[in-house]
């Protein structure tokens, strides 16, 4: 009997995996076909897939040529299958043409010719409208969203807004962005805004958005506020528009991992979180000199309260914080500490202080430590009792990062997204009322 193996998405199931398919059946006897999980399609940088795994599957197996439909969910499976299935012939389309030829040693390999014009990337790019972004603020992370944006199907950035036209200008020409003096010429050009300005101009930034139907991306801290989260997430509701909170750690494959390992029970009840963010800032920069909102928690602290809030929940039953500032009055370093029912947690977030910045989570049969930078989570361990058993997670964080919100955030205003938010509103709201409390102590608010 000849064996024959073939994987793929197989997303919105069309004319050439038909073909593929049977073709690859024609090869031998038996055919397996192998399907991606989403996350393995994630790590290897297919964003946006719109069926789910189980309508995936559903689609191949009512063709009929598959003998068997197995799941692929990483780097490195073909070979482990095709010796467990004892595979004669391994096959592909066309536009894979040598990618596989290492596999030649293992069994034959055949590259099948592609069915011309159609693709998935093709049927998805049809069925989505393409979502115009705009980008308010020309700063260091707006020049870092560019290249991410680029990245993800369906979206494609075409403006950009900052009162400064100077700033603006060189920005568009940078990008190839087209650029607005009036921010009401600027909302009718794009469906959706990503706003990078600075915190203490999100709030009306949103609000303006909203009140001309845009979809709403926002760097984090998104507002410093509780109250202000409130309003704007009732509103984007009322409006029936998409409102994020851009926490990219909140978005990253590995981050969800690590999230799933560690409510899955595998370390018993949790009982502590001790997250850990520094990064030494210039003591002239804006982050060390901007009086209002500058210093370490605010500029960190959404990150560490992630973890603990995603892990312990919203209500906390007492924080605090302690902190060393810096003459200006500006937090260099700050720990808050948080208490829960049945459990503990800290957030440690330094400008000015260098710590070993880590992610630990302690539970009742073990506990996880993520190094750093662990909020762009590629690696973790599990830990138990016996120093001896530990187990390694490992997980892709590709470049910058920002392409798996501006994904999810896609993926959310096509109503495609199996997921529900990654980052919830209760979660953004939370996190606007711990910065608010903390302000508040330091006579900021
Ligand atoms: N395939 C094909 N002809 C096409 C499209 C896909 O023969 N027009 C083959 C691919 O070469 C692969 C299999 O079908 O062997 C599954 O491909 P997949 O990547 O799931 O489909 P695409 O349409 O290429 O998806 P995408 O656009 O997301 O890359």
Known sequence: MIKV?????????????????????????????GVTTESYDQTRGKLNVVDSLMTRIENIRKTGFADEIIIEESIGQKIQDIKKYQVDIFTVGSDWVGQFDYLKDYCKVIYLDRTKNISSTMLREQNMQIQRIGVIGTGRIAQRFMPEVRQVSGVNAQAVYNPHRESAARFAE?????????????????????????????????????????HVLCEKPMVLKEAEAD?????????????????????????????????????????????????????????????????????????????IMKIFGENYTDVRFDMIKAENGLDLFTKAFFTYPNGMATATCGLGVKAEGKLLISGTKGYIVAEPPWWKTTYFEVHHENPGEVEKYSDRFIEEGLRYEVSDFLSMINGS??????????????????????LKENQRG
């Open 231 to 307: 309003e704007l997430f009732r509103m984007a509701k009322e409006r029936k528009k998409i409102l994020f909170e851009g926490i990219k750690t909140a978005y990253c494959p590995g981050f969800n991992q690590l999230m799933g390992i560690a409510c899955s029970g595998m370390i018993g009840n949790i009982r502590n979180i001790e997250a850990c963010f520094t990064k030494l800032e210039r003591t002239d920069g804006r982050e060390l000199t901007d009086l209002k909102y500058g210093g370490s928690f605010v500029e960190l602290g959404s990150y560490c309260m992630l973890p």
């Open 5 to 33: 193996i073939t994987y793929g998405t197989f997303d919105l199931f069309h004319e050439g995996h038909y073909n593929l398919l049977k073709r690859a059946k024609d090869l031998g006897d038996y055919l397996i076909v």
């Open 417 to 438: 997204s199996k997921s529900k938010f990654k980052l919830t509103r209760s979660e953004s709201v939370a996190f606007a009322s711990v910065m608010e409390k903390f």
């Open 174 to 214: 940078r990008w190839g962005l087209d650029c607005y003096d009036k921010l009401d010429d600027f909302y009718a050009a794009v469906d959706a805004v990503y706003i990078a300005s600075p915190h203490e101009t999100h709030y009306d930034y949103i609000k303006s958005a909203l009140q001309h139907d845009k």
